[in-house]
């Protein structure tokens, strides 16, 4: 498909975000002394609080697509990156199920009795193991937007070969998935020339597998998201590449728990928003998933879409649905 909607020249549009602001990065010292790094979207002072999972690899700096979303709908948005990322100490042989203690512990840092949870797509099986094990009577409500959902238990079918081989591969030698990351990411994302990086993902947004929606969101996005989602990648590979590496061995393994053990119930509502035109996970995944989740999972199947861009695409459904879910008091 030609490319003849690009009204805007590149050059002006990286000179743009040069001098876009994002949020400040904070830090949290785990009592294990490993470092959480965070930031804080939308509503600051808001007390309705969701916790943002990002994809995978990437980082805190993705929840800036949600902030003015947050400010509109008075919910403060609080971004960790997961170990390895962002800045986040990585986790020797860290699992899924380790990570709700994380949150629970900056959860508590930040005096937040009860939260939402939003997840997108690699991030997705951390939002349901913060299900599985942290107390029903925290959690609000659950959000996944272009959700991974377990490979080993519903199949892989429909997904894009490279991400069906990454995930294959990563299980047996995470340590090659990690150099292959890092010599194609890593090195650019550390190069001075901050340009090179945009290009990198320009050119994988231009890919004949991705859909047109998705290009024309990219080539409409203010300067600040931009800057953000590119933000959120150089951040979440420029620590080397055992920090995603080691997430994709986990996302491609068993997660530790099955969907059947994390059913929604009427008072945990839980959300699905997925792209019809998903070929990094395929919607019928999440049709699959949906089934063994129950009837208190709703999906969402947005017309059109693909996976990279539907968090910012549906910014304001999506933290308008967060807000309006069974709060528990
Ligand atoms: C939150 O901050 C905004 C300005 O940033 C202020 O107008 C509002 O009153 C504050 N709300 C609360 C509850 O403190
Ligand atoms: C949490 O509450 C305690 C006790 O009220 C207070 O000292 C602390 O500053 C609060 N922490 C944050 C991050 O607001």
């Not at 930040?110 to 939003?118: D, E, P, S």
């Not at 203010?222 to 979440?236: D, F, L, Q, Y």
């Amino acid at each position: 498909m030609p490319l003849h909607h690009q009204l805007r020249s590149p050059l002006v549009l990286i000179f743009a975000a040069f001098f876009a602001k994002l949020p400040e990065t904070r830090h949290f010292v785990l009592p294990d002394q490993r470092q959480i790094a965070y930031g804080i979207y939308g509503a600051h002072n808001a007390t309705s609080t969701v916790f943002y999972f990002h994809g995978s690899p990437s980082s805190h700096h993705e929840a800036f697509v949600l902030s003015g979303a947050g400010r509109r709908h008075g919910i403060r948005i609080i971004a960790p990156s997961r170990p390895g990322s962002g800045g986040s100490t990585f986790r020797d042989n860290g699992a899924i199920l380790d990570y709700p203690d994380d949150i629970l512990a900056l959860a508590d840092y930040l005096n937040v009795t009860q939260f939402g949870i939003i997840a997108v797509s690699g991030g997705t099986p951390y939002g349901f193991a913060c299900l599985r094990r942290i107390p029903p009577t925290r959690i609000q409500g659950f959000g996944v937007v272009a959700g991974l959902y377990p490979v080993t238990s519903l199949g892989t079918e429909g997904m894009k070969w490279p991400s069906r081989i990454m995930l294959k591969v990563a299980t047996w030698f995470p340590g090659l998935v990690a150099w292959v990351i890092d010599k194609q990411f890593g090195s650019v994302a550390r190069d001075e020339d901050e340009s090179k990086l945009e290009a990198l993902l320009e050119a994988d947004m231009k890919q004949d597998s991705t859909p047109e929606s998705e290009r024309l969101a990219w080539e409409a996005a203010s300067p600040e998201i931009r800057k953000a989602v590119v933000m959120s990648v150089r951040e979440g590979v420029r620590y080397g590449g055992w920090g995603p590496a080691w997430e994709m061995k986990l996302l491609g393994s068993d997660w530790g728990f099955e969907l059947d053990d994390v059913r929604p119930d009427e008072d945990n509502e839980l959300v699905m928003w997925h792209g019809d035109l998903d070929t990094n996970v395929p919607l019928t995944m999440a049709q699959k998933a949906a089934a063994r989740l129950g009837i208190h999972a709703e999906l969402r199947v947005i017309p059109d879409q693909g996976h990279g861009s539907l968090t910012f695409q549906k910014a304001d459904e999506i933290v308008g649905a967060m807000k309006g879910m069974a709060w528990r008091s």
